[in-house]
C-alpha cells in the first residue's frame, strides 16, 4: 500500500515540475518573442525638417479619456509634450500634432501614447523612432 501512494506522490510531483518548468519558459522567453514581432507604430511620421515634427494617430476604441503624447531624445526619459482630451462620435477621429522645436534639432527622436481610460487604467503605445537627419553638405 505504501508503495502504491509513493508513486501516486511521484506522479503528482512530476506534473507539478512540468508544469513549473513550462511556466518559467512562458515568463523568461515570452517578452523576448513578443518584441521581435513587428508591430506597425500607432503615431504616424507625415513629416519632419528640422524644426518641425507633423504626427498623426487614430484613435483607440473602448473607453479612453485622454491621450498624452510624450517624447525622448533618448529613448528612456519621456516628457510629457501634449495633451488631447479623446472624441466620442461614430466614426474613428484622427488626432493631429505639430511638434515645435525653437531652435533647429537634427537628432534622433523618440515619440509614444500614454492612453489613460476612463477606469482609470493606464496603456502606453509602442515607441515610434525618428532617426538623426543627415546633413547634407553642397559644395
Not at 21 to 48: C, D, G, M, T, Y
Not at 96 to 122: A, C, H, K
Request: proline share 3%; charged share 25%.
Amino acid at each position: 500500500m505504501a508503495i502504491v501512494l509513493f508513486k501516486i506522490k511521484l506522479k503528482v510531483l512530476y506534473r507539478l515540475l512540468k508544469f513549473f518548468l513550462l511556466l518559467i519558459i512562458i515568463v523568461v522567453f515570452a517578452p523576448s518573442i513578443a518584441q521581435n514581432n513587428v508591430i506597425e507604430p500607432v503615431i504616424k511620421v507625415k513629416s519632419r525638417s528640422d524644426k518641425n515634427v507633423n504626427l498623426v494617430w487614430r484613435a483607440f476604441t473602448g473607453d479612453v479619456s485622454q491621450y498624452i503624447l510624450e517624447r525622448s531624445i533618448d529613448a528612456r526619459k519621456f516628457q510629457e509634450i501634449a495633451v488631447f482630451v479623446a472624441m466620442f462620435s461614430n466614426d474613428e477621429p484622427t488626432y493631429e500634432f505639430t511638434d515645435r522645436f525653437r531652435n533647429s534639432y537634427n537628432g534622433p527622436l523618440y515619440y509614444r501614447l500614454r492612453i489613460e481610460g476612463l477606469d482609470g487604467t493606464v496603456i502606453y503605445t509602442g515607441v515610434t523612432v525618428l532617426k538623426a537627419v543627415q546633413n547634407k553638405y553642397t559644395e
